[in-house]
């Protein structure tokens, strides 16, 4: 990511202010996914709500991002995460396991491996992107189905496509050769 994309991103933080914790959209209904224990990283977390949520309902809780407005916004939530400020395109500066993965609305199949590699055996993923679904379609937007076809392997709980996005939570399994 160049400083410019940084820019413009800490740009609209900055307009926004400190947003309110809440879950992602795709947990809302289905929060007891959630363990109310051990460790959660939220991988390009914004203004930190969904961090801020995960560290309220008792994780330990790491946040990535590359904007430090966003950073910013998200520490006056919830000073007790561990804000990290990081271009994710220089790969993960973080280390597993965690019991929760989340990234919501930032989409590099590059890292889908390692999204996977970060959860404990028995952990949940929380993950959607924009989507050609139901939607004009544009670069930045996954093709139909892309997060089923990268996470298909694992015990899905639940997907959803649609009006241009596409979301899915599922649980790394305990078992099996490849270790998913
Ligand atoms: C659409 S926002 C989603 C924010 C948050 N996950 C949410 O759902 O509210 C995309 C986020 O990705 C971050 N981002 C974009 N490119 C990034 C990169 N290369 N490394 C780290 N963060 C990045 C932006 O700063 C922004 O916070």
Partial sequence: ??????????????????????????????????????????????????????????LAVDAVDVSPVGLAAGRELAPDVRWIEADLDDGLPVRGPYDVVVCQRFRDPALYPALVELLVPGGLLVISVLSGSGDTGGPFRAPPGELLAAFGHLDVRHHEEGHGEESLLAVRGVGGARGF
Avoid: H, K, N
Avoid at 7 to 24: C, H, M, N, S, T
């Fill in 1 to 58: 990511m160049g400083a410019v994309d940084r820019e413009r991103w800490d740009a609209r933080f900055a307009g926004l202010g400190a947003g309110e914790a809440g879950p992602p959209g795709v947990l809302v209904g289905r929060e007891d996914l959630v363990p109310t224990s051990g460790r959660a990283l939220d991988l390009a977390c914004g203004r930190g709500t969904v961090a801020a949520w995960l560290a309220r309902r008792g």
